[in-house]
């Protein structure tokens, strides 16, 4: 199955833990703090693979994570980094956050590699804090945390030029016939159920590669058939051919049918339907002799609108040359720019809150008693050695300092009475 969408989480590595330790060997008086840095996580990557032109690789897995960053060592010893994570995509692939639709990077053009999450930084070891007041540090830094996003992949297929038209004209037809593509041909409708490439040859190497959009049809902006699936792969063609049955086999009238299709266009993007555009009128070796020219009658009413009509056939090839050339000359007049989509949302300005939370109440079991917990303590008490004189007033300031003590007080607490945080516990006095 053709796969060109997809929904991903993508998490960084987060960054290792500094560490705390102290040098002590004999005949060494005062060895002091050796606990080392702890190891940067790995970065998220995004990078195109040639040789991949679907994303069905991310509709059975859906959670990618980089490695996160070693801890500190003793003995100065730093902790390795954690080991970055590439994902291979298509080029022309879309990243985009999963819940504002923004764009994060186009894969496409020059932009071959792009760090879409970076990693952690890695906490710095008691070793860096060490001072002429402060000679025995008990406390680290603890590791950055991890950044992590929900994506969505959109495959937007590179090409210059997109065939669009209701099912069974032709389009599969003519696409074999100018170029190496194998599309599926049958007499029925969808037939081609993704979007097909091919590549075609012109002399003096002024080829153009053309895309089949398959099942365009009323409504298809809207979510009707299979066209809406497939609108977004004409958003970087230059040129639109417009291929329409001028013989009527199915009893539609063409005139009608390149009206509704233009209005679908119109309808997904403005900007897509104000794109040149030629319309090649297919099966002309099937109009029967003596009937109106439907050619005619579509050259009457589009040519005067600047569109340029050619009765071709994609079967026998008839016309098929002098509309690859017209074309050719279209894509000459149209900026040679590659359509990138911009980067609208920047994962690097995403709020990481170094600052954690925690709440402080008052015990509904024990009188006198107050707890006081949450992943800002947890952190604190995980890093902070309270067996020391030093680590214990490190810790009191933090305290003060993050106004912990206030809302303690606001609470009312008095002197005597029990503050516990999670397995600490200890008696308040001013």
């Known amino acids: 199955m053709f796969a060109d969408r997809a929904k991903i989480y993508i998490r960084s590595g987060k960054g290792g833990d ?34 991949l032109n679907t994303l069905s690789d991310y509709r059975h897995k859906q959670k990618y994570s980089a490695g996160d960053g070693e801890s500190g060592k003793k003995t100065r010893c730093h902790g390795a980094n954690g080991e970055d994570l590439i994902l291979k995509v298509p080029e022309g692939t879309v990243i985009k956050e999963a819940e504002s639709g923004k764009v994060i990077a186009d894969m496409s053009g020059e932009n071959r590699r792009q760090v879409i999450l970076k990693g952690g930084r890695g906490g710095l070891g008691n070793m860096n804090f060490a001072t002429a007041t402060m000679q025995a540090p008990k406390y680290a830094q603890p590791g950055q945390q991890a950044r992590e996003l929900w994506v969505r992949l959109e495959l937007k297929v590179i090409a210059d ?12 037809t003519l696409l074999a016939r100018v170029t190496n593509a194998k599309p599926k041909i049958a007499n029925y409708h969808f037939t081609t159920l993704n979007p097909n490439l091919g590549v075609v040859d012109l002399e003096g190497g002024r080829g153009f590669v053309i895309a089949d959009i398959p099942g365009l049809i009323e409504g298809a902006s809207e979510g009707i058939g299979l066209g809406h699936e497939f609108l977004r792969h004409i958003e970087r063609t230059k040129v639109l051919i417009h291929m329409v049955d001028a013989a009527s086999t199915e009893g539609r009238d063409p005139v009608d049918d390149i009206e509704k299709i233009n209005l679908e266009l119109k309808a997904y993007n403005e900007e897509i339907g104000a794109r040149p ?30 569109i340029k009509v050619f009765a071709v056939s994609a079967v026998s090839g008839k016309g098929i040359k002098e509309l690859l050339y017209y074309v050719r000359e279209l894509l000459d007049t149209v900026p040679d720019e590659a359509v990138v989509f911009e980067q609208e949302f920047f994962p690097e300005d995403m709020h990481i809150d ?13 009188a006198n008693t107050y707890i006081v917990e949450g992943p800002k303590i947890e952190k604190m008490l995980g890093y902070t050695n309270l067996d020391s004189e030093k680590g214990f ?32 516990q200890f008696d308040y006095y001013k």
């Open 18 to 51: 500094g560490h705390v330790s102290f040098r002590r060997e004999l005949f060494v008086p005062n060895g002091g703090p050796d606990g080392g840095d702890g190891g940067k996580g790995g970065d998220v990557i995004f990078e195109v693979d040639e040789g």
């Open 277 to 306: 555009q030629v319309i090649a009128a297919n099966k002309i070796d099937v109009i029967y002799e003596g009937d109106e020219d439907p050619v005619q009658r579509i050259r009457d009413v589009f040519e005067s609108q600047g």
């Open 161 to 172: 030029v997109g065939l669009v038209g209701f099912p069974n004209v032709g389009k599969s």
């Open 393 to 424: 007033t490190f810790f009191q300031r933090f305290l003060k300092e993050q106004g912990i003590l206030d809302e303690l007080e606001a609470a009312g607490i008095q002197e005597g009475d029990t503050v516990r945080m999670y397995g600490l």
């Open 354 to 366: 170094e600052n954690l939370t925690y709440t402080v109440e008052k015990s509904a079991e024990e």
